[in-house]
């Protein structure tokens, strides 16, 4: 593979170019034109202290969701203390529903504290997510506590 090593500032970058795959004579070829590959399907969620915050910060994880080319589900908030479990939140409740029932491949969320407030239950909702095939997506920093990664729009999709 040819490689190409460049200096700048004594640091060394190397490219590696790679050949795409070739085709092995007598397998079909797979298709991965836009209208072919499935979309990851999300549901957008927010715990939000006040009704008010529900609107701007939902735009934010729709934008998040549909510059990645995702298909929004649901979008679905909660009013309520942000130390709340999310067992006792209803729209929580529905979001765990669709997830578990393959209507999503994923949820996105501003941060993993909307869906879990302490270490613990981060924990806890990472193992729970991960069993049911679900990814995890956050627009803050905390964003690697999450099960997979935002970079590639089909990344997670089962």
Do not use: C
Not at 29 to 42: G, I, L, Q, W, Y
Request: charged content about 25%; aromatic content about 6%.
């Amino acid at each position: 593979m040819p490689s190409m090593h460049v200096t700048r500032n004594d640091v060394i970058v190397t490219a590696t170019v790679v050949a795409p795959p070739t085709p092995v004579v007598g397998e079909p070829a797979v298709d991965r034109s836009p209208e072919t590959v499935r979309r990851k399907r999300v549901v957008l969620y927010a715990n939000v202290a006040e009704a008010d915050q529900a609107p701007p910060v939902m735009g934010e994880l729709r934008e998040y969701a549909t510059a990645r080319l995702w298909t929004v589900v649901r979008s679905i908030h909660d009013v309520g203390p942000v130390g709340r479990h999310r067992r006792q939140r209803p729209g929580w409740f529905t979001v765990s529903e669709i997830l578990r029932k393959d209507g999503a491949d994923g949820v996105v969320a501003p941060s993993v504290a909307h869906i879990a407030a302490t270490p613990g239950e981060q924990g806890e909702f990472a193992a729970w997510a991960v069993s049911v095939g679900a990814s995890t997506e956050y627009l803050t920093d905390d964003s690697k506590a999450g099960t997979s990664t935002a970079d590639d729009p089909q990344e997670g999709v089962r």
